[in-house]
């Protein structure tokens, strides 16, 4: 399949039948990819609402929006792609004629065009520019951040962000071979600092994962993204979000039961605070994951995990 440039298409939509099948798509019904990229989850979305149906696309990345541009022009009267940040999805949606949907779709993290096709510094395994931006227009970069921050700053979102437990020698390794220049060096500057792993992860994927997620504010964004997903959707719309780590995961089950249960059983504390009926319903007890054999096609989508509630 064709890609932004002519060539192929570096992404491989994770879970792609339970995401529609989760959504309800109709043939009438309108949705949100709130993670565009290059259109893999849209296009099918697009193509279980036909005649009739029709999409927002929302992503940061421009390259990302031309693949998905390519990838569904022969749906150009029902898809309205934007470049835009997910977390002023509301905003989003009323600018463009969302004003209520009957399913929002995340799909988090980096994608394969990330670490394949565009040398922005998200992989480890070559040697390319400190950047890590989603947004290329966004004046802070991994650069920033590698070479700029204190050791407490860099132990602090390897912490945060990485859960790495090997995070001040990590911190103070990095600072101590200033300038680092590129994706590669800084990868062998962590391999060196923490060590080999039993677990068969190469030593910098925690580290990378932190600076990335500092750089774009990720987790920030995925929490102002999810509230205001709430306020979009019809009464039995859906909110599907598939995620890759620990820390995605633990935000969205956090979300969604906190709205499942509402502030009527608040506390003494905050007896004050006016009572909020339950906004969403959980789904699915237990989450999602991939077949084996779409583990086995696609092995990043290994570690996915697929929630769902339904607006009540």
Do not use: C
């Amino acid at each position: 399949m064709n890609g932004p440039t002519g060539g192929r298409f570096y992404h491989t939509p994770v879970l792609l039948n339970e995401a529609v099948r989760e959504l309800g798509v109709t043939q009438d019904g309108s949705y949100i990819d709130a993670t565009l990229g290059e259109g893999g989850h849209a296009q099918a979305i697009l193509e279980a609402s036909l005649p009739q149906g029709h999409l927002l696309g929302i992503d940061l990345d421009p390259q990302a929006l031309e693949a998905a541009r390519k990838r569904l022009q022969p749906f150009w009267h029902l898809a309205t792609l934007v470049r835009g940040n997910y977390a002023q999805i509301g905003h989003l949606a009323r600018i463009f004629g969302f004003p209520k949907v009957d399913g929002v779709l995340f799909d988090l993290g980096l994608s394969s065009l990330h670490l394949e096709g565009e040398r922005r510094g998200f992989s480890f395994l070559r040697a390319e520019r400190l950047d890590m931006r989603f947004d290329p227009d966004q004046e802070l970069d991994a650069d920033a951040v590698v070479n700029g921050y204190s050791t407490p700053d860099l132990i602090r979102i390897l912490k945060e962000y990485g859960e790495e437990p090997k995070a001040e020698a990590i911190a103070r390794a990095i600072v101590a071979a200033r300038p680092v220049r590129d994706s590669l060096e800084l990868a062998d500057i962590v391999t060196r600092a923490a060590g080999k792993r039993r677990s068969g992860i190469h030593p910098a994927t925690r580290t990378f994962q932190a600076i990335r997620m500092e750089v774009n504010e990720e987790l920030d964004n995925l929490r102002n993204g999810l509230k205001g997903t709430v306020a979009l959707l019809k009464t039995g719309g859906r909110l599907v979000v598939i995620s890759y780590h620990s820390l995605e995961d633990r935000v969205v089950k956090e979300f969604m039961r906190r709205q499942a249960k509402g502030t009527s059983s608040a506390p003494v504390l905050v007896a004050r605070m006016p009572t909020q009926a339950p906004t969403l319903r959980l789904v699915r007890k237990k989450v999602i994951r991939p077949t084996q054999p779409e583990v086995e096609a696609n092995p990043r989508s290994r570690s996915a995990k697929m929630r769902v509630a339904e607006h009540t």
